[in-house]
T-cell receptor
Framework: QKEVEQNSGPLSVPEGAIASLNCTYSDRGSQSFFWYRQYSGKSPELIMFIYSNGDKEDGRFTAQLNKASQYVSLLIRDSQPSDSATYLCAATGGGNKLTFGTGTQLKVEL | EPEVTQTPSHQVTQMGQEVILRCVPISNHLYFYWYRQILGQKVEFLVSFYNNEISEKSEIFDDQFSVERPDGSNFTLKIRSTKLEDSAMYFC????????????FGSGTRLTVV
């Protein structure tokens, strides 16, 4: 069974701080990894994808991938109250099916 | 920005009835998907569709489910005889390529089976 694991949280950070979200995956054949943001009652919204080991930056967001450790993370710099949402980690193994984690709820406090 | 459109936003149906959920993918996208999310649970893959046929399906996607692209724009999910446990948010998604760069989800249809 291919699994993607996330801590459900909630993760609380003060406004302006760095939020660090983590994810592990079980399938070593997984090739691409995604972070989606989901507001309550809404659909997932793609934030970033990463497929190479190392860091990938896009604005306030940095995705990190370590295939040896089967670990993916998302850093959110200068966290804003509008970043409060559930962050979904997902992986694909070369096909086009995404396997999602349960998501980590992030709360950015004023 | 192009978006995936789903209708209806909310559907209430009686157990045993058939429902059809509709989606209009982004126009130049070639790959189409259905996912569902039971309240409080993870987003689960149902089926992917490419070149007018199913390319992959999950164990959830049994004989009560079917998908169709009846014309050049719509992509539908039919649930033949709904059960209480089919109550969930159903998301349609599409991608230009195989999904290696992620895909775009629609706003979802909340299906409530009573």
């Amino acid at each position: 069974q291919k699994e993607v694991e996330q801590n459900s949280g909630p993760l609380s950070v003060p406004e302006g701080a760095i939020a660090s979200l983590n994810c592990t995956y079980s399938d070593r054949g997984s090739q691409s990894f995604f972070w989606y943001r989901q507001y309550s009652g809404k659909s997932p919204e793609l934030i970033m994808f990463i497929y190479s080991n190392g860091d990938k930056e896009d604005g306030r967001f940095t995705a990190q991938l370590n295939k040896a450790s089967q670990y993916v993370s998302l850093l959110i710099r200068d966290s804003q109250p509008s970043d409060s949402a559930t962050y979904l980690c997902a992986a694909t193994g070369g096909g086009n099916k995404l396997t999602f984690g349960t998501g980590t709820q992030l709360k950015v406090e004023l | 920005e192009p978006e995936v459109t789903q209708t209806p936003s909310h559907q209430v149906t009686q157990m045993g009835q058939e429902v059809i959920l509709r989606c209009v993918p982004i126009s130049n996208h070639l790959y189409f998907y259905w996912y569902r999310q039971i309240l409080g649970q993870k987003v689960e893959f149902l089926v992917s569709f490419y070149n007018n046929e199913i390319s992959e399906k999950s164990e959830i996607f049994d004989d009560q489910f079917s998908v169709e692209r009846p014309d050049g724009s719509n992509f539908t999910l039919k649930i033949r005889s709904t059960k209480l446990e089919d109550s969930a948010m159903y998301f349609c998604a599409s991608s230009e390529d195989r999904g290696d760069y992620g895909y775009t989800f629609g706003s979802g249809t909340r299906l409530t089976v009573v």
